[in-house]
């Protein structure tokens, strides 16, 4: 179900009326319903996912629902870094009904369709990882039937169960099942977060990972190696970071908390380095859970890493 945007989410502490670089991002965005009439060429717009079914169905903790509106109001107040040629927009919410995730996602997937045909960068506030699935059917719908599609998820986890039903770990599978055109990248994978029929699964699908320990071992050298070798066989590449790939110190409010996870630092260096790759069309973020956090600080990370992708985006 659709949700317009809301006016009040949108609102912060106000610097200066006239003096742009005293701007916060919330005197800035533009709000619309995604039917109304386009009033810029090209920019990025904010669209939220309000789920987390697929969390449910998986059996983590729920919460992950109402990310979407807490990554606003974290973001309304940030100081506006972005050039002034910019320009962001916010269309409101998909909202997976009881427990229709699948029509959820197709919903999310013909909203994301249309943001590309527009000449937009989606940016997609999760919601469960469940996100990443409607994310993916808004770009292969986009792109020629043909072409060919690599996910970059930045994860402890591979989410390549086999179940019944789609959940959030499930969606990577569905997708190499499906898709012959596509492959995935996961990168901050946990060894104790894995069990070995999964390892197994990632390579019998032909899925490339880096575990978390070793990232920074050469300081990125690999790391970047693989992404650059990776965003080069895909005529197009789409990006989704799943806060559990996060040590728990820095974010708690997600549903399966990660002891050994990345520090933050890194997680904004990878993206920075992701965003900047030229054919990336769009990036999701996922699994914050603003019920199970402690002092807002996995929101206000999660705004923070957004600002980063938008700031480098094909820098």
């Given at each position: 179900m659709y949700k317009e945007p809301e006016e009040h989410y949108w609102s912060g502490r106000i610097d200066d009326d006239i003096?742009?670089?005293?701007?916060?991002?919330?005197?800035?965005i533009l709000k619309r319903s995604q039917n109304e009439p386009i009033d810029f060429e090209s920019g990025f717009t904010f669209i939220g996912f309000e789920s987390d079914e697929g969390v449910r169905r998986n059996k983590g903790r729920i919460g992950a629902r109402k990310a979407p509106?807490?990554?606003?109001?974290a973001m309304a107040s940030l100081p506006l870094q972005f050039h002034e040629e910019v320009k962001i927009e916010d269309v409101g919410n998909i909202a997976c009904e009881g427990n229709q995730l699948e029509a959820a996602q197709a919903e999310l997937g013909n909203a994301i369709q249309m943001l590309y045909q527009k000449g937009r960068t989606p940016i997609i506030f999760g919601g469960g990882h469940e996100t990443l699935y409607g994310h993916y059917l808004g770009a292969r719908k986009h792109v020629s039937h043909g072409a060919s599609i690599?996910?970059?998820?930045?994860d402890a986890h591979f989410d390549m169960r086999s179940e019944e039903k789609p959940t959030s770990g499930t969606m990577f599978?569905?997708?190499?099942?499906?898709?012959k055109h596509a492959g995935y990248l996961c990168i901050g994978i946990q060894e104790f977060g894995n069990t070995k029929e999964l390892f197994k699964t990632a390579?019998?699908?032909?899925?490339?990972?880096?575990?978390?320990?070793?990232?920074?071992?050469?300081?990125?050298?690999?790391?970047?190696?693989?992404?650059?070798?990776?965003?080069?066989?895909?005529?197009?590449?789409i990006v989704t970071l799943c806060t559990d790939s996060i040590i728990a110190s820095a974010a708690p409010g997600v549903s399966a908390p990660s002891p050994f996870g990345l520090e933050p630092k890194v997680v904004r260096h990878l993206l920075r380095y992701i965003a900047a790759q030229n054919n990336v069309l769009?990036?999701?973020?996922?699994?914050?859970?603003?019920?199970?956090?402690?002092?807002?600080?996995?929101?206000?990370?999660?705004?923070?890493?957004?600002?980063?992708?938008?700031?480098?985006?094909h820098k």
């Open positions: 003096n742009r670089d005293a701007f916060r991002l919330h005197q800035v509106n807490a990554l606003r109001k690599g996910i970059i998820n930045i599978k569905q997708i190499l099942e499906q898709d390579d019998d699908y032909n899925c490339e990972y880096i575990l978390e320990e070793d990232v920074t071992t050469d300081n990125y050298k690999n790391t970047f190696q693989q992404i650059d070798v990776f965003t080069k066989k895909y005529d197009h590449i769009s990036f999701d973020i996922s699994e914050v859970n603003p019920d199970l956090d402690v002092d807002g600080r996995t929101v206000k990370l999660g705004a923070y890493l957004v600002a980063e992708v938008i700031n480098h985006f």
